[in-house]
T-cell receptor, first 114, second 112 residues
Framework: NAGVTQTPKFQVLKTGQSMTLQCAQDMNHNSMYWYRQDPGMGLRLIYYSASEGTTDKGEVPNGYNVSRLNKREFSLRLESAAPSQTSVYFC?????????????FGPGTRLTVL | AQSVTQPDIHITVSEGASLELRCNYSYGATPYLFWYVQSPGQGLQLLLKYFSGDTLVQGIKGFEAEFKRSQSSFNLRKPSVHWSDAAEYFCAATGGGNKLTFGTGTQLKVEL
């Protein structure tokens, strides 16, 4: 039982390049989330998926797109990377969209945009 | 606007000393409250959570937190800190649905 896994762990991009961050969970969770973590700002929600087939914007969605490929996988895409997107990205999942449910976090992807 | 505030960016304590990390929230109604810990290079791990009922909540690794409605606070405590507790601690809250709002975090350093 691996929990929440993310790939890659590290990535360096040039401005304007695109990439997709992958996330998978093996806990049969319905809800999945993408956050970014920046120094002094805590974690901020980018997008989330309350259930398979649905996605919604979070606090900072601009410059990102997401795909809920199936119940297990939730990917985050940067179409044209910008230096402001340099951050650590965390994927999380929870059993349902109810607020009682604990969110389980992956180990993160450290992205640098030059 | 809903918000979570952690007033202390850095805290240093000696091993064996007691610890209290502060968290204040601003929500229209009592939110659900969480404390997470992040070790260097790792994801976040849930320490404890408060939904309702007893205002003193016990968590993992010997941590506890007390909900005080009158002060809009949910402070994290530990009676005796271990060197392995050095990490970053995040308070988080949700008022509805599943959108967590995080505080900016408190970096804990433990002196041996």
């Amino acid at each position: 039982n691996a929990g929440v896994t993310q790939t890659p762990k590290f990535q360096v991009l040039k401005t304007g390049q695109s990439m997709t961050l992958q996330c998978a969970q093996d806990m049969n969770h319905n809800s999945m989330y993408w956050y970014r973590q920046d120094p002094g700002m805590g974690l901020r929600l980018i997008y989330y998926s309350a259930s398979e087939g649905t996605t919604d914007k979070g606090e900072v969605p601009n410059g990102y797109n997401v795909s809920r490929l199936n119940k297990r996988e939730f990917s985050l895409r940067l179409e044209s990377a910008a230096p402001s997107q340099t951050s650590v990205y965390f994927c999380a999942s929870s059993g349902s969209s109810g607020r009682r449910d604990e969110q389980f976090f992956g180990p993160g992807t450290r992205l640098t945009v030059l | 606007a809903q918000s979570v505030t952690q007033p202390d960016i850095h805290i240093t304590v000696s091993e064996g000393a007691s610890l209290e990390l502060r968290c204040n929230y601003s929500y229209g109604a009592t939110p659900y409250l969480f404390w997470y810990v992040q070790s260097p290079g790792q994801g976040l791990q849930l320490l404890l959570k408060y939904f309702s009922g007893d205002t003193l909540v016990q968590g993992i690794k010997g941590f506890e937190a007390e909900f005080k409605r009158s002060q809009s606070s949910f402070n994290l405590r530990k009676p005796s800190v271990h060197w392995s507790d050095a990490a970053e601690y995040f308070c988080a809250a949700t008022g509805g649905g599943n959108k967590l709002t995080f505080g900016t975090g408190t970096q804990l350093k433990v002196e041996l």
